[in-house]
């Protein structure tokens, strides 16, 4: 069976998925990956047919509308406003370009970006698929939709309220995707919507992330399965900086100080408050630059900084992990088995900022635009020196270490693959 997956976004976006096409790999079937050049590096050398779409999720984030999308990032309907109007020029030719990239593909695996354009485009293409999402994103009264704000169980309504927000994402997506995919489908030569299929009650819905951390709701459809993380291990094929080596090995267990894609418009500043925090925390810190959130020219004395290292090489070696919450650095921060600072920008960010706190596994969130050196360091101080957030940490890491998330939803997946008549 030949089975094609995508991936985009950011890198947290993207690596769950590329160990996903190694799961199916490794399940004795043929893979071809459709990822951005961004990624080329993480499936150099895989033994899949790898295929690269014309599009630069980076040079699109450090784009004038793609900082006005993360800008807009606490508005939900804002926010995904700008996304349509950043991605809107590339729509069209990606759908067109799909049909070559899925040619003779028997079966496809719809990513979280996929849900944007709805399943119109997928089923247009006459390809079995199921959905593989990084957040949960089925509709329970148990909690709010990711992207919106909690309400406190105790108050009447809240269980409404939760169901509510799912059916209002849902507007939201489809009135702001929805004219831009139908244009994109009429554009390439499909004359009408197309509708949704009683198959969708059937077609799996996996979860990215371990049932410890979101536990499923009783509630969910189904076919919805919280698998476990789906890791991508880099590190045994990565040969870390002598610079960086020396560093760690120089003193105590120093802490590690990312944002990921998150950038803004002044990294020299961000980078001080940064410096600053460590120096009030007594901490030494590793800063990752990522997609231009922290500058080197701020760099502190008790400091080294890069650009990125493989999470599971250098988390299981800090004393604490400072990040801004995407899903897939909070997994990897997770399976270390190390304390969390969580400092949120938008979106799911927040969601997953609470269920570290509630996890026991963190201090309280300092969201991004409250942040100060003060509250960072209180905060770094208070994860490194906690006793019982470390051994929480230390705890829960063992557990998701110990799950085969990839393994999970492989079998699922291809059990419906195999089951479902075309």
Same mark, same amino acid.
């Given at each position: %069976?030949?089975?094609?997956?995508?991936?985009?976004?950011?890198?947290?976006?993207?690596?769950?998925?590329?160990?996903?096409? #190694?799961?199916?790999?490794?399940? &004795?079937?043929?893979?071809?990956?459709?990822?951005?050049?961004?990624?080329?590096?993480?499936?150099?050398?895989? @033994?899949?047919?790898?295929?690269?779409?014309?599009?630069?999720?980076?040079?699109?984030?450090?784009?004038?509308?793609?900082?006005?999308?993360?800008?807009? &990032?606490?508005?939900?309907? %804002?926010?995904?406003?700008?996304?349509?109007? $950043?991605?809107?020029?590339?729509?069209?030719? !990606?759908?067109?370009?799909?049909?070559?990239?899925?040619?003779?593909?028997?079966?496809?695996?719809?990513?979280?970006?996929?849900? %944007?354009?709805?399943?119109?485009?997928?089923?247009?293409?006459?390809?079995?698929?199921?959905?593989?999402? !990084?957040?949960?994103?089925?509709?329970?009264?148990?909690?709010?939709?990711?992207?919106?704000?909690? *309400?406190?169980?105790?108050?009447? /309504?809240?269980?409404?309220?939760?169901?509510?927000?799912?059916?209002?994402? @849902?507007?939201?997506?489809?009135?702001?995707?929805?004219?831009?995919?139908?244009?994109?489908?009429?554009?390439?030569?499909?004359?009408?919507?197309?509708?949704?299929?009683?198959?969708?009650?059937?077609?799996?819905?996996?979860? &990215?992330?371990?049932? *410890?951390?979101?536990?499923?709701?009783?509630?969910?459809?189904?076919?919805?399965?919280?698998?476990?993380?789906?890791? *991508? @291990? $880099?590190?045994?094929?990565?040969?870390?900086?002598?610079?960086?080596? +020396?560093?760690?090995?120089?003193?105590?267990?120093?802490?590690?100080?990312?944002?990921?894609?998150?950038?803004?418009? +002044?990294?020299?500043?961000?980078?001080?408050?940064?410096?600053?925090? $460590?120096?009030?925390?007594?901490?030494?810190?590793?800063?990752?630059?990522?997609?231009? /959130?922290?500058?080197?020219?701020?760099?502190?004395?008790? /400091?080294? !900084?890069?650009?990125?290292?493989? #999470? @599971?090489? *250098?988390?299981?070696?800090?004393?604490?992990?400072?990040?801004?919450?995407?899903?897939?650095?909070?997994?990897?921060?997770?399976?270390?088995?190390?304390?969390?600072?969580?400092?949120?920008?938008?979106?799911?960010?927040?969601?997953?900022?609470?269920?570290? #706190?509630?996890? /026991?596994?963190?201090?309280?969130?300092?969201?991004?635009?409250? $942040?100060?050196?003060?509250?960072?360091?209180?905060?770094? #101080?208070?994860?490194?020196?906690?006793?019982?957030?470390?051994?929480?940490?230390?705890?829960? &890491?063992?557990?998701?270490?110990?799950?085969?998330?990839?393994?999970?939803?492989?079998?699922?997946?291809?059990?419906?693959?195999?089951?479902?008549?075309?």
């Amino acid at each position: %069976m030949l089975i094609t997956l995508t991936s985009g976004g950011s890198r947290g976006d993207s690596q769950p998925y590329i160990a996903l096409a #190694h799961g199916f790999k490794a399940a &004795g079937h043929r893979v071809r990956m459709v990822t951005t050049p961004d990624y080329a590096p993480l499936v150099e050398g895989a @033994d899949f047919d790898c295929r690269f779409v014309n599009l630069n999720i980076r040079s699109l984030i450090e784009s004038e509308r793609g900082r006005a999308m993360l800008a807009a &990032g606490g508005n939900p309907f %804002m926010f995904l406003r700008r996304m349509r109007q $950043l991605l809107e020029p590339f729509v069209e030719p !990606m759908i067109v370009e799909a049909k070559k990239n899925f040619a003779g593909s028997d079966a496809f695996v719809m990513p979280s970006s996929g849900a %944007m354009f709805g399943s119109a485009a997928f089923e247009w293409l006459n390809i079995p698929f199921c959905t593989a999402l !990084m957040q949960p994103l089925a509709a329970t009264s148990k909690f709010a939709h990711p992207f919106f704000p909690p *309400l406190d169980p105790r108050i009447p /309504g809240a269980a409404l309220y939760n169901r509510f927000t799912y059916a209002i994402a @849902d507007f939201g997506v489809a009135a702001v995707a929805g004219p831009v995919v139908r244009r994109a489908l009429r554009g390439a030569g499909v004359g009408k919507d197309l509708h949704r299929s009683s198959e969708s009650i059937k077609r799996p819905l996996l979860f &990215g992330y371990s049932p *410890l951390v979101v536990k499923p709701p009783t509630d969910w459809p189904p076919n919805a399965t919280a698998t476990g993380y789906w890791f *991508l @291990d $880099l590190a045994s094929a990565w040969t870390p900086p002598a610079g960086l080596v +020396d560093f760690v090995n120089a003193g105590p267990p120093p802490v590690s100080i990312g944002f990921g894609s998150m950038n803004n418009s +002044d990294p020299a500043a961000a980078t001080k408050l940064v410096a600053d925090a $460590l120096r009030l925390a007594g901490q030494r810190g590793i800063l990752l630059s990522g997609w231009g /959130g922290l500058a080197t020219a701020a760099l502190p004395d008790n /400091g080294y !900084m890069m650009e990125s290292a493989p #999470h @599971d090489w *250098l988390f299981p070696r800090m004393a604490a992990v400072v990040h801004h919450c995407g899903a897939g650095t909070t997994g990897a921060g997770l399976r270390a088995g190390v304390p969390a600072v969580p400092v949120p920008f938008f979106a799911d960010q927040l969601f997953w900022a609470r269920r570290l #706190h509630e996890l /026991g596994v963190a201090p309280r969130p300092v969201p991004w635009k409250k $942040l100060t050196a003060e509250n960072l360091a209180q905060a770094i #101080h208070e994860a490194v020196t906690n006793k019982e957030i470390k051994i929480r940490s230390e705890e829960l &890491g063992k557990k998701i270490r110990a799950e085969d998330g990839v393994g999970v939803a492989v079998e699922i997946a291809e059990n419906y693959f195999c089951t479902i008549k075309r």
